[in-house]
């Protein structure tokens, strides 16, 4: 059964940081690409960062680039997006996604909230 679960989410003050973790379970994570994505109240869903699957190529929304770092440790089938400096226009429920050929697969999200 494949299971994607995201944690690390929670309610932060502006300029504060987190660290995102989202572990997999029942596909061979190394061989796929995995992304972030986060979808805020009443707005589409967007990426947010994506890793290649040896970890070797990490992409950025400009939103995010120099604030956010995506990273995988693929001994622990698990991807990690460290966000740092939050705004409050990072409030969002972040996913993360899991990508090979024709395969898709999402976690149930995890909620950051950043707020004063």
């Known amino acids: 059964q494949v299971q994607l679960v995201e944690s690390g989410g929670g309610l932060v003050q502006p300029g504060g940081s987190l660290r995102l973790s989202c572990a997999a379970s029942?596909?061979?994570?190394?061989?796929?690409?995995m992304s972030w994505y986060r979808q805020a109240s009443g707005k589409e869903r967007e990426l947010v960062a994506g890793?290649?699957?040896?970890?070797?190529?990490?992409n950025y929304a400009d939103s995010v680039k120099g604030r956010f770092t995506i990273s995988r440790d693929n001994a622990k089938n698990t991807v990690y997006l460290q966000v740092n400096n939050l705004k409050p226009e990072d409030t969002a429920v972040y996913y993360c996604?899991?990508?090979?050929?024709?395969?898709?697969?999402w976690g149930q999200g995890t909620q950051v909230t950043v707020s004063s």
């Open positions: 996604c899991a990508v090979r050929l024709g395969s898709v697969y």
């Open positions: 029942g596909f061979s994570f190394s061989n796929y690409v």
């Open positions: 890793i290649t699957s040896a970890g070797r190529i990490t």
